[in-house]
Every structure is written in structure tokens, then in C-alpha cells.
């Protein structure tokens, strides 16, 4: 049984985890469910994924989600009998005879061949061998492996259907593809589920529709993220909270266009050899006109871009290349160095349709980037410096759970860009850095750019899911490439090093594994709203507004709920809404001038008075606690 996409070598297939082996056999036993219960039924290819595994189906009948019991029911009845899976070695004749008569993917022979075995029969090579794995009564093409008996496959479960068309080529007949999952036992398999369940709970996708942070419009454009007031608010305030981390450590914030001449980029190294990636350049107005008077086609226009012959420009993909015409703007000496340079920095990227999702996967997206140009002896402690900012901020945050990955060149490979003797110190620096941090840390040789070593951060969030974040790499190329150079203590001229550092990667990537992994219940100091004020019958909606404009003064993001709804619905609303703190006020409240205090998910806090409320509220803000 062949791969949908590229025909896997017999010794990839051997590689298969026992996990996909496991997943793998079990496609088998739901095929055999499906055959025994739709015997017209026609397979393609059934591989593992990421997850579980599926097979592609040509069905009269349209599987749906109902359907699912009475297939998993015959499944356990497959599983049960504990059928031993039989590899049986067949000569490439018997193989075809076999899928004519229609006994491939089947429990009998049928009317009908077994067409798309057929057909991925003439994809195996010449010389290779054909086998056929057979449990029970069913039989169907397939190199292996697979485990032993069908009986291994017990913690199952069939998870959506959708349809895919035969090898993904749209020409070619549309078929049914069911997915499923496989674990070793129960126990793993309910883990599996309910931390799917608990990430469709907090699809920041939905989340963010739900509490309104940001929107996509077919309008602007696919990929191109809208951040709504709410959204803002939470982006604002984590920008504002790294940018003042910056300022601690000496960093400067600059502010570059959107765009940049080709030549620039030509002259990075990013244009043409990146242009799948981006957004397709753009002529200046007059070299338009002139190549429509010239009647041009788009062809022509392209080429004369790539040439040069046309001045252009493009949408950033980085911001490097501004930085670094930023630093050569000075003439510097080893006593102004290192120069860091900050910028939240937006950048457009071509990505394809199918891998873009909600705001972790977007066609712009605001990096929180920075340039260090250092002397190569300084390049430890500026590693640290970067470092330290990522701990700071997780810990802010309240994730301690990360992971680095160390990117070491390939000592046997000559591709690398600068003076092997600089990369042994520069990896040595990052090591020493990553050592300090105190987290759990690979080193992989071989991972590092042609232009430097890195360092790559991925953080657990809550249910345990891995996210990469952003990297910190030391490049020897760009200072190369645009001739950067600052005066040494020896009066001479010598090339600085560059780091590029976006460790949290993208605002837009950042807030959406925020909101899942907060759930959208983000602590005050990042809340939208942080406080609403309920009152509990119109007569107290004066008082009530009168405490959320002293929240207001007092710097407190506060709203109040004053419609005629009863206090249980305003309360039922506010929690919805993700407010931490919701303050009751009614007749012992005015009289007093206090507020009862309730948090989105403590305790009832009780009543305290009004200065206190906003007194306590207002440190916690301050001190950005959790
Ligand atoms: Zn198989
Ligand atoms: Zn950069």
C-alpha cells in the first residue's frame, strides 16, 4: 500500500515507529470493518500521520460521523478475533491477477478489480518486491510493517472523514478519507482525547472570534490578520512590557518603512532567491508606463525586475536589511559597539493557503525583532543578554516549561560562511548561554545556516502541546554582504557581528499561543477588560458608574453592566467574557461604599471598600502578576 504523496523506499518503511506500525495495522482493521460492511468498497492508501493514521475510500454510501459506532463496533469484532497479520511474498502477475479479480483491499473476489491497487502496483519499481498482508479474509496490498496480531490495536477511535481526491491531484476521481487514531492501551489513547478536547476549548481561532481580538476579512485578504480594540490592547501591552525589558538592556527602538527597493534585498541575498515566499514585487509608476507603451507582457516585467533593468520594490520579508543601512548610516568605533537595534517589525510572507491558520500562521505578522551588531568578543555576553530577556518574559508569563535547540555546524562541511576559529568561539558563547539559562537543551550539529549557529526556543503550554517560538542566530554573512565594518582599538577596520533575535518569533504567533494556553483568561495586567461593574438593580446604576470611573482614573481598563438583566446573567456574561474581576453593587454597597468582590474563577473575595479594591487591583497590574 502505497503513500498518497511520494512512494516511501522499503527502508523508510522499516523505519516506521512501533507507534506508526501500530496505527498503520489498524488502518487494516478498519478497512476490513468498512469491507464487511460495504463490500463495494474501494481502497487507496492508508498510511500513519501525525496523530493516527487514515485510508482513502471510494464508497457509494457517504461515510458520515454517524456512521462511526457501526464501523468501531465491527472494528472491536476484528480486534477481538485477534486475527495474526500475514505478510506472503507474491510475484508482480499474481499481484494483478489478484487486483482483476477485485480480491485486493477485499475480503472475496468481486465483480469489480481492485482499481486503484492496480494502479499503485504499476508504481512499484521493477525488482522490488510485492507482498500482501492479509488478516482474516481480508487481504490487501501493503510493504508493512505491521504488528502481529489485530488484536494489539484496542485503544482505537475514529476521528472525522473528509474528502481527498485520489494521489491529491484534482483530476482524479474524489474519494472518502477516513481518519482514526491508534494508542498502545486505553489509558493513552484517553490522554490523547482529552487533550484534544481540551484544545478545541481553547482554539485561540475561536476564542478570538468569541471575545472579539481580532478578525479576518475576505475584503483585505487572506492571512492578513485585523487586530480588533480588544486584541490591540492585549498586543499593546505585551509590546510595551518587552520594549521596556529592551530599554533595561540598552536596546534602541527605530521605526522602518513596510517596503524596501529591490537592490536591497538583492544585495541580502533575499531577492530572487526567496521569491516563492513573497509577496511579488512591485515597478515604479514610470518603468509601468513605459513597459505598457512598449506593449510588454507581465513576463517581460518580471525579467526586467530580476535583472535590475527595472527599479522595484517589494513588501519586506525581513527587517534586516533596513537595520543593518540603520547601523551603516554612523561610522563606528569598537568604543559605540554593540549597537542593538529594536523594532516590532512587520513582515509579509507568501504563505500557502492551506498552511494558513487563525493568527499562528498569517501572511503579516509583526516580528519583536532586534539586530546586535557586536565584536566577535562580545558576542557571548550579548547572547546572554537575549537569553535573559526570554526568561524574564516566560516567567512573567508563567511558563517554565521550555525547551532550546542549539543549531552547531557540520565540522565535515565546507559551506559555512566565516572564520571556522569565530564559530568555534560563537558556539561555544551560545552553549555557554543556553547552559546558564538552566532548561533542558539538544544540540544539533549539522542544524546551523550556512551564515551561523543558533538557538531555537520551544515552549509546553498548559495541555502540553510544543510551540516554536523564535530563534537567536549569530550571522557572518550580512556584516559580509553590505561591507559593515567598525574601527578597531588598533585604528584599523574590522567586520562586526550581527545577531538577529526575535525570540517570542511573531506578536500574532505569540498572543494566539497566549490565548490557548490562558484559555482567553489572561492575567489583569493583560486582560481587555479587567474589571466590570455590576449593578444589581437600576436604582444602583448611578453608584455603579460611579466606581468604574474611579477604576477608569485610576489607569483600571473597566466597563460597567447596567442593562436590566437580572445580577445572575450580568455575572453568567462577565465570566463569559473572560473579565477577571467582577464587582456586585447594590444598597449595602453604595451605603457603605464598598464593593463585593468576585474573580473569574476564585472564590467569592467578598466585600472590601471601594479605595482597597482599586488600591489591591492596581498593584496587581503594576507587578504584572499572574
Ligand atoms: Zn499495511
Ligand atoms: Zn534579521
Avoid at 482514526?180 to 476564542?207: I, P, S, V
Avoid at 554582504?481 to 550581527?498: I, T
Wanted: aromatic share 8%.
Amino acid at each position: 500500500m502505497a503513500d498518497d504523496k511520494e512512494r516511501k523506499t522499503l527502508e523508510e518503511r522499516n523505519q516506521m515507529s512501533d507507534l506508526e506500525r501500530l496505527r498503520h495495522s489498524c488502518a487494516h482493521v478498519m478497512a476490513t470493518a468498512i469491507a464487511r460492511l460495504w463490500p463495494d468498497a474501494q481502497f487507496s492508501a492508508g498510511p500513519p500521520v501525525e496523530g493516527g493514521f487514515f485510508y482513502d475510500v471510494d464508497l457509494k454510501h457517504r461515510i458520515s460521523p454517524d456512521d462511526f459506532p457501526v464501523i468501531e463496533a465491527e472494528m472491536k469484532k476484528v480486534v477481538k478475533a485477534n486475527q495474526v497479520f500475514e505478510r506472503e511474498v507474491i510475484s508482480r502477475e499474481q499481484a494483478i491477477e489478484m487486483a482483476q479479480k477485485g480480491r485486493l483491499a477485499a475480503l472475496e473476489e468481486r465483480d469489480v478489480p481492485s482499481v486503484f491497487k492496480i494502479d499503485l502496483l504499476e508504481e512499484i519499481p521493477e525488482g522490488e518486491e510485492i507482498s500482501i498482508f492479509k488478516n482474516g479474509d481480508f487481504w490487501d496490498l501493503c510493504a508493512g510493517p505491521h504488528v502481529g496480531r489485530t488484536g494489539n490495536c484496542k485503544a482505537f477511535k475514529l476521528m472525522s472523514v473528509a474528502s481527498a481526491f485520489y494521489k491529491g491531484d484534482a483530476s482524479k476521481p474524489q474519494l472518502q478519507r477516513i481518519y482514526g487514531t491508534c494508542f498502545k492501551n486505553k489509558t493513552l489513547l484517553t490522554e490523547h482525547l482529552d487533550q484534544l478536547e481540551e484544545a478545541k476549548k481553547r482554539d485561540h481561532r475561536r476564542l478570538g472570534r468569541e471575545l472579539g481580538l481580532f478578525h479576518f476579512d475576505e475584503m483585505v485578504g487572506q492571512g492578513l490578520p485585523l487586530w480588533k480594540p480588544k486584541g490591540s490592547i492585549i498586543r499593546r501591552q505585551l509590546q510595551d512590557f518587552i520594549a521596556g525589558e529592551l530599554d533595561k538592556q540598552g536596546y534602541h527602538q527605530v521605526f522602518t518603512p513596510h517596503i524596501g527597493k529591490l537592490d536591497l534585498y538583492r544585495t541580502s541575498g533575499h531577492f530572487p532567491y526567496y521569491e516563492e515566499s513573497q509577496y511579488p514585487p512591485f515597478a515604479e509608476r514610470e518603468a509601468l508606463r513605459k513597459l505598457t507603451e512598449d506593449d510588454s507582457s507581465c513576463g517581460d516585467l518580471m525579467n526586467a525586475l530580476r535583472q535590475g533593468a527595472v527599479e522595484g520594490f517589494m513588501l519586506k520579508p525581513m527587517n534586516c536589511p533596513h537595520h543593518i543601512r540603520i547601523f551603516a548610516s554612523d561610522h563606528h568605533s569598537y568604543r559605540d559597539l554593540p549597537v542593538r537595534l529594536a523594532e516590532f517589525g512587520t513582515v509579509y510572507r507568501w504563505e500557502q493557503s492551506g498552511e494558513l491558520g487563525g493568527i499562528t500562521r498569517t501572511r503579516s505578522f509583526t516580528q519583536d525583532d532586534a539586530h546586535l551588531f557586536c565584536t566577535p568578543e562580545q558576542l557571548g555576553e550579548e547572547i546572554q543578554g537575549c537569553l535573559g530577556l526570554v526568561k524574564t518574559v516566560f516567567g512573567v508569563l508563567g511558563m517554565s516549561d521550555y525547551t532550546v535547540r542549539l543549531s552547531l555546524r557540520d565540522p565535515d562541511s565546507s559551506k559555512y560562511v566565516g572564520d571556522p576559529d569565530n564559530w568555534d568561539k560563537a558556539e561555544d558563547a551560545l552553549r555557554d548561554a543556553v547552559q546558564s539559562l538552566g532548561v533542558d537543551y539538544t544540540e544539533e550539529p549539522g542544524e546551523a545556516a550556512f551564515y551561523g549557529p543558533k538557538i531555537d526556543f520551544v515552549v509546553k503550554d498548559v495541555i502540553g502541546r510544543e510551540w516554536q517560538l523564535g530563534t537567536v542566530q549569530v550571522d557572518y554573512n550580512l556584516p559580509e554582504r553590505f561591507d559593515l565594518s567598525y574601527v578597531g582599538a588598533d585604528n584599523k577596520p574590522h567586520r562586526p557581528v550581527m545577531i538577529h533575535r526575535a525570540p517570542f518569533g511573531s506578536l500574532e504567533r505569540f498572543v494566539g499561543l497566549l490565548i490557548e494556553h490562558f484559555e482567553g483568561k489572561f492575567p489583569v495586567w493583560l486582560a481587555p477588560e479587567q474589571v466590570r461593574v455590576l449593578s444589581i438593580s437600576e436604582k444602583h446604576n448611578a453608584y455603579a458608574k460611579e466606581v468604574t470611573s474611579m477604576l477608569a482614573e485610576a489607569g483600571v481598563r473597566a466597563a460597567s453592566d447596567i442593562s436590566d438583566d437580572k445580577i445572575g446573567a450580568k455575572i453568567r456574561l462577565a465570566r463569559l467574557d473572560r473579565v477577571p474581576y467582577m464587582l456586585v453593587t447594590g444598597a449595602r454597597e453604595e451605603e457603605s461604599q464598598s464593593v463585593s468582590v468576585r474573580h473569574r474563577d476564585r472564590e467569592d473575595l467578598g466585600t472590601m471598600t471601594r479605595n482597597d479594591f482599586v488600591g489591591q487591583v492596581c498593584e496587581e497590574i503594576r507587578t504584572r502578576s499572574l
